[in-house]
């Protein structure tokens, strides 16, 4: 009977210890949906030397600055860049207040759904389109209009909110570096104001550390209530070598991570490159046309090409999208 | 003697019980250098209010937003505004490299001293010193000229570091907003450059919270090597209505405290006044003509005059320099 007793509580210590350290185990693992590899361990070797105060290479928290593209690095891109479906949507939703698109162009093709004659109309179209739905009003109706979108809307693939189009690895990235005294900016060719309604809720990132493109904007006073109205003019474009130039407007000094997707990012990843002291590049490369999309070097949206051969020069690192990430969406 | 011992212990008690209950009157006020008054008491009513979870005033911290004007409100800016002096100062330190400025104005008569002759060439001369001072270099080299001008000129009047030319009563404010979950940015009409080099260690603002004024600039290759290269060419003027654009440019939600000393700060008073819920806006006043310097409405540098009146009319707290600060500078 002793022996069978003491059978027993060895086995259920056992378990018990099993249990234990497999709790350890999950939770030391920060980013549980990246696969064991070259990539993942890229990420938690250079947060471990920057935030060891013993090392050569330690950081303080100050200059823990993080920036990261949005579209195609955070959340997809894919079949087109996500605010240009909002831009379509608007469209159709300030259709009946304007009677008159119905035979003006670029309007009417886009209302029949022909999106092919839309698209044909280059960039005067995309530019009358752009006006009737990203200007002309305060600052606070755009976001209203913004809000209201990324509430509803759906992807046209997936059926998904497209706040769920958000890749689960990159969320917890942004959690980690936090963790870890980082202070996360995005640094998006992406309007300013379009991302800055959701940021916090979606990635933790609030609207002081949202970094965009924009239009310019003209403080009055409307019934002696004050406003910001949105001009048809063009601020600053925060892609390619602008987002050099965005982040030092906004931030102020040079980012020790950078993190992007596509050759508009290279410029960026150059610019924290060339900081003193550790500095930690990635590209997101997308290979995975079974749960997201595979493209790069021919396409027209999310191009990956320069930024690529550069990357693999420097030894920066690059995400293979299939191999890395053991899950994609959170869904 | 036992009556004796007893009320010896008395005494030694009551003592320590005034010790303890003097440090507790000294740790509880947060504003020393501030009069007893209805300025500090509007600031302490207000910080009060919103930081209370019970109270239906209540702001979340993330909503904490708090902007500074800096001429004028965190620092002096007589006999004239301090980025004067620098950009007059680096004239004499560059003029070795440009004998050509010894018979070309406006440099000739500066050179000289003759600063009538100079301010009567009016905007092109201004235009054509910035033009040799602030721009045509790359960020890192201005940032240099900008920490090497601050860590050793002089002020005229006092002799002392520009830097210790700031508002004692403004920094434990500063501190006293931070320590109550506000975060603090700076909206002033100079230069976001001039400022980022010794905001953190001046007033605990971090470059990432300064918004001014700003030429545009040029992300470059110089021998493989990224730059950013300093345009003459206005990028954004941050003074008046623009100081809205600017809030709403960098921080992308309306601050809820305001703080300025000029007619330049109106417009941001008025946005931060037309949010919902509780809100605090406060004008600086210089009347102290002892400790300081008194201007208002007739003064070319700090003008207060339309914002005054609209402060009176509003009921916006007005500090009285020489009435409601206890101490000026921190020396």
């Known amino acids: 009977m002793k022996t069978v007793r003491r059978i027993f509580i060895s086995c259920v210590l056992v378990v018990l210890a099993c249990a234990a350290l497999s709790t350890t185990i999950q939770a030391a693992d920060p980013l549980p949906s990246w696969n ?110 913004v809000s209201d979108w990324v509430a509803t809307a759906r992807h046209p693939k997936t059926g998904r909110l497209f706040t769920e189009m958000v890749y689960q690895p990159m969320l917890e990235l942004l959690a980690f570096l936090r963790e870890n005294g980082f202070k996360t900016f995005i640094v998006s060719g992406g309007g300013i104001e379009f991302m800055r309604p959701w940021s916090q809720r979606v990635y933790g990132i609030p609207p002081e550390q949202v970094i965009g493109s924009s239009v310019k904007t003209k403080f009055d006073l409307r019934d002696g209530k004050p406003v910001l109205v949105r001009l048809p003019e063009i601020n600053f474009v925060d892609d390619g070598p602008g987002k050099p130039v965005g982040i030092q407007m906004h931030i102020g000094r040079r980012p020790i991570a950078a993190f992007g997707n596509s050759d508009g990012d290279l410029q960026m990843l150059q610019w924290t490159a060339a900081g003193e002291g550790p500095r930690f590049m990635l590209l997101v490369h997308h290979t995975d046309e079974e749960r997201e999309w595979a493209y790069d070097r021919q396409s027209p949206i999310g191009r990956l090409d320069k930024a690529l051969d550069e990357a693999q020069r420097r030894g920066w690192t690059v995400v293979d999208m299939k191999k890395d990430w053991k899950r994609v969406f959170p869904f």
Do not use: C
Request: net charge negative; glycine share 8%; hydrophobic share 45%.
């Open 36 to 145: 064991h590899g070259a990539a993942k361990n890229s990420i938690l070797q250079f947060v471990a030397k920057v935030t060891n105060e013993g090392s050569p290479d330690f950081v303080p928290p100050a200059e823990r600055i993080a920036v990261f593209d949005n579209d195609g690095t955070l959340w997809a891109e894919q079949p087109m860049y996500f605010q240009f479906l909002f831009m379509l949507d608007r469209i159709k939703a300030l259709a009946p207040q304007h009677p008159e698109w119905k035979t003006q162009e670029p309007f009417a093709s886009l209302l029949k759904g022909d999106m092919k004659a839309v698209l044909a109309g280059g960039e005067k179209a995309l530019g009358q389109l752009m006006m009737a739905t990203h200007v002309g009003m305060t600052s606070e109706e755009f976001k209203k209009s």
